[in-house]
């Protein structure tokens, strides 16, 4: 009966651009004015800098590095001193495809830290952030349904019941004895409280349009079967307080902001897709 479904949905209008780069995004802050050399490899320094980028790409908390941390990230950098001499030794980095992932791999840190730089100058105003949990989180907090169901396997059967219903025969009788939904069945059809996007399509479009204590007055057709439905309640559920969604709002309005920046550059360039 129930579908899965994402509660908040926001625009992916070039936002992939920022995303993709996501990992690389992990490195954007500035690194220590002093930069400690950690260990020597062939003449070459291994430093603290490079372990906080390495703890940024391994997700380690660089400010909170255990020593047992610490120790295995400066081993994997001279690891990697000691192969990066050899593959320049070998002039592999030379080679046309190697050169080319290089490439575009420094194209790509610059672009998405630089594009960091430039959200971090966004003003985002505790104003801006209450305007849009007003209109987006408290104006579109959703309903909840409380109703009861008898689902069967052919129409005709459905509007059997229906008539049977509207004659006075009562609803959680009929949904014991006849409903192929044995959960709900048992409890006189009862499906407890939903949100619209908890149910498949049609049997949330149809409990949508009844009015409180009201019975279909046509049988509802889904992949299960054909249902008939009686709304019992409806409710609109509360809205997330605002203290808890603050922060996630403003990166909403973040990347936003970072979408209105990229159509202004798409608008002043000249671009030939071929």
């Known amino acids: 009966m129930k579908a899965t479904t994402s509660i908040i949905k926001t625009s992916r209008k070039k936002l992939i651009f920022a995303v993709s780069f996501s990992a690389l995004l992990l490195t954007a802050s500035p690194?220590?004015?002093?930069?400690?050399?950690?260990?020597?490899?062939?003449?070459?320094?291994?430093?603290?800098?490079?372990?906080?980028?390495?703890?940024?790409?391994?997700?380690?908390?660089?400010?909170?590095?255990?020593?047992?941390?610490?120790?295995?990230?400066?081993?994997?950098?001279?690891?990697?001193?000691?192969?990066?001499?050899?593959?320049?030794?070998?002039?592999?980095?030379?080679?046309?495809?190697?050169?080319?992932?290089?490439?575009?791999?420094?194209?790509?840190?610059?672009?998405?830290?630089?594009?960091?730089?430039?959200?971090?100058?966004?003003?985002?105003?505790?104003?801006?952030?209450?305007?849009?949990?007003?209109?987006?989180?408290?104006g579109n907090t959703p309903k909840e349904y409380k109703a009861r169901h008898i689902l069967v396997k052919t129409e005709d059967e459905a509007k059997a019941l229906i008539k049977d219903l509207e004659g006075g025969a009562d609803f959680s009788k009929l949904a014991k004895e006849k409903s192929t939904d044995t959960g709900s069945g048992e409890r006189g059809g009862d499906l407890g409280w939903f949100?619209?996007?908890?149910?498949?399509?049609?049997?949330?479009?149809?409990?949508?349009?009844?009015?409180?204590?009201?019975?279909?007055?046509?049988?509802?057709?889904?992949?299960?079967?054909?249902?008939?439905?009686?709304?019992?309640?409806?409710?609109?559920?509360?809205a997330a307080e605002f203290n808890a969604v603050k922060e996630n709002i403003k990166k909403v309005l973040i990347k936003e902001k970072l979408n209105q920046y990229l159509d202004g550059l798409n608008s002043k360039a000249k671009i030939v897709v071929k």
């Open 31 to 138: 690194l220590m004015a002093e930069d400690k050399i950690l260990a020597t490899v062939n003449g070459q320094n291994v430093t603290e800098s490079q372990l906080e980028i390495a703890a940024a790409q391994s997700k380690v908390n660089f400010k909170e590095i255990t020593p047992a941390q610490k120790k295995l990230l400066t081993e994997a950098l001279i690891n990697r001193q000691l192969v990066l001499d050899e593959a320049i030794k070998a002039k592999y980095d030379k080679t046309p495809d190697i050169a080319a992932r290089v490439k575009a791999l420094t194209e790509s840190y610059i672009a998405a830290n630089y594009l960091a730089t430039i959200a971090k100058e966004f003003n985002i105003d505790e104003q801006s952030i209450k305007a849009y949990y007003d209109k987006n989180v408290v």
């Open 195 to 238: 949100t619209e996007q908890d149910m498949v399509a049609p049997f949330s479009k149809a409990t949508a349009g009844l009015k409180k204590g009201e019975l279909s007055k046509t049988p509802v057709s889904s992949q299960f079967g054909w249902h008939v439905i009686i709304l019992d309640d409806v409710r609109t559920m509360p």
